[in-house]
């Protein structure tokens, strides 16, 4: 029942794969298929993303996770797990402070060639 979905999360059609999506969890609850749920979570999880909601995408991972662990479902325990990681580096603080040393970086080199505005072409960049 998951097989539309990577079609159309590929194509940008979050809605249409979030309807699908949730009648598939539905379905995958209702007959106790942890295999279908976990994918269907899975997923949900890229449209969670999509959305900037990233501890409902945290807490939708680890649901799948349970279910894939309980399936002894190494190939899915896999895909959730890399997810989890894309979470992490999504969300770490760490790249926060790589941005903000990145940004600290490149102040300095405008400030070096006599850069004020902060542009990377500096004041030609309204010309």
């Known amino acids: 029942m998951n097989g539309f979905a990577p079609f159309l ?27 279908g749920l976990a994918t269907a979570l899975l997923y949900l999880v890229r449209i969670q993303w999509n959305r900037g909601d990233y501890n409902k995408a945290e807490t939708t991972l680890q649901e799948g996770l349970a279910l894939a662990r309980q399936n002894a479902d190494t190939e899915q325990i896999c895909r959730l797990l890399n997810a989890f990681r894309e979470l992490q580096r999504m969300t770490s603080d760490e790249n926060q402070e790589y941005l903000a040393v990145a940004l600290y970086g490149l102040a300095r080199v405008a400030k070096a060639r006599g850069d004020a505005t902060g542009h990377p072409r500096g004041a030609r960049a309204g010309a």
């Open 9 to 35: 999360l590929a194509h940008g059609l979050f809605t249409q794969a979030e309807d699908y999506l949730l009648q598939a969890e539905q379905a995958a609850r209702l007959l106790q298929d942890k295999a």
